[in-house]
């Protein structure tokens, strides 16, 4: 697994790749120190999981992250950072980075950076625990707007409660075919990226 370290703060940079390297399933390849460098290392070294601070002196790693998920849907962006300000998650989910941990949890980075690499959606216990109050603050979403029929909505629903396609599919009466159709049209007229990303949209609005 190839990683790549983007961190203003050397000291962090290099304690970071001295973890990540004790790990013989991780290599490190190659550290930066702001949102620009980190989109120039990218295409450069095109890394499996890109370890990211938030707050950076220059561009920051929200911006770099957007640019670079803009260019390489797959990404898988790992954000750690001291920081867990509602507004950075938001949009830290709302780009598609595939997780959102606090530095001081260092227990949790190598299992972490681990999941992302999965494809998986990873989320420190800090961000958890602020998610309910981020999602009470949200207005109800018009979904009509945005061309999703009810049939939709009530799919949206069953995926945020957690059902797999083949639950909902029998649940609604569906073929499980059907449903993943409808899954992916509802991804595009919401422009989101995954069925995860759409959960917690649909929490977020409710």
Do not use: W
Request: net charge negative; charged share 30%; glycine share 8%.
């Amino acid at each position: 697994m190839r990683v790549l370290i983007v961190d203003d703060d050397n000291l962090v940079a290099m304690s970071l790749k001295t973890i990540l390297s004790s790990d013989s399933e991780i290599e490190v390849v190659g550290t930066g120190s702001d949102g620009a460098e980190a989109i120039k290392l990218y295409e450069e070294k095109d890394p499996d999981v890109l370890l990211m601070d938030i707050r950076m002196s220059g561009m920051s790693g929200l911006d770099a992250g957007a640019e670079i998920l803009g260019k390489h849907k797959d990404a898988r962006i790992l954000y750690l950072t001291t920081f867990n300000d509602d507004e950075y998650i938001i949009k830290a989910i709302s780009i598609g980075a595939k997780g959102y941990i606090i530095k001081q949890d260092f227990e949790s980075i190598i299992p972490a950076v681990k999941t992302v690499y999965k494809g998986q959606s990873v989320f420190g216990n800090a961000i958890t625990e602020k998610l309910p109050g981020i999602i009470n603050k949200k207005k109800t979403f018009d979904y009509e707007s945005f061309g999703i029929t009810p049939q939709e909505k009530e799919i949206i629903e069953e995926i945020a409660k957690g059902l797999s396609n083949k639950e909902i599919a029998d649940k609604l009466c569906l073929s499980e075919g059907t449903v993943r159709n409808y899954l992916s049209n509802i991804l595009r007229k919401l422009d989101l990226r995954d069925r995860t990303n759409l959960a917690i949209f649909y929490y977020q609005n409710r």
